[in-house]
């Protein structure tokens, strides 16, 4: 079936920094990519869509210059969070669009902290 | 627009005893609806999905669902509980059909179940 691969699985990083979370579709090419942020107890937030070789779309009240995105291939989408704050630690899903009709697979998540 | 109201934010069964968890939808267009259930600090995994045809939909881990477009409801069911099944359940709605660029999922709140022994 559908695979997607998010990586890191966890990291933590100090307040200033920026962090990088992959996202790879492993056996089907990802059309559109979704990333979303998750709150503790909370359900998911869409943060931004995008599409290969072209701009993500953000949602409104999603900063795109601390929110970086890159979907460079089929397989590959990207999302930088761009010096970060302790404010931005939080759960980060990304979820790709291909392969069967109607699907969405969705990635490990990535627990970002900042300290 | 579409959007998701998941009744019960906490459902507690006990082993063995029946699973209904409800979700509710609206979309302008027909939908594709979803369940996924979440473990602790994972990702989302698909449980089912309708997209067209039978309304009565089966997924994995014995959980089912039926489409009812009269009540524009998407209820999640498990005949027996299992305490493995103790997660946090997510319906989810995008637009449904071929063609067009919003795909977007939207989600539901969510609905933790716990299982009693």
């Known amino acids: 079936g559908a695979v997607v691969s998010q990586h890191p699985s966890r990291v933590i990083c100090k307040s200033g920094t920026s962090v990088k979370i992959e996202c790879r579709s492993l056996?089907?090419?990802?059309?559109?990519m979704f990333w979303y942020r998750q709150f503790p107890k909370k359900s998911l937030m869409l943060m931004a869509t995008s599409n290969e070789g072209s701009k993500a779309t953000y949602e409104q009240g999603v900063e795109k210059d601390k929110f970086l995105i890159n979907h460079a291939s089929l397989t590959l989408s990207t999302l930088t969070v761009t010096s970060a704050h302790p404010e931005d630690s939080s759960f980060y899903i990304c979820?790709?669009?291909?392969?069967?009709?109607?699907?969405?697979?969705f990635g490990s998540g990535t627990r970002l902290t900042v300290v | 627009a579409q959007s998701v109201t998941q009744l019960g934010s906490h459902v507690s069964v006990s082993e063995g005893a029946l699973v209904l968890l409800r979700c509710n939808y609206s979309s302008s267009v027909p939908p594709y609806l979803f369940w996924y259930v979440q473990y602790p600090n994972q990702g989302l995994q698909l449980l089912l999905k309708?997209?067209?045809?039978?309304?009565l939909v089966k997924g994995i881990n014995g959980f089912e669902a039926e489409f009812k477009k009269s009540e524009t409801s998407f209820h999640l069911t498990k005949p027996s509980a299992h305490m493995s099944d103790a997660a946090e359940y997510f319906c989810a709605v995008s637009p449904g059909g071929s063609g067009g660029s919003n795909y977007k999922l939207t989600f539901g709140k969510g609905t933790l179940l716990t299982v009693n022994p």
């Open positions: 979820s790709a669009r291909g392969g069967l009709v109607g699907g969405y697979t």
């Open positions: 056996d089907f090419q990802a059309t559109t």
């Open positions: 309708y997209t067209t045809g039978a309304t």
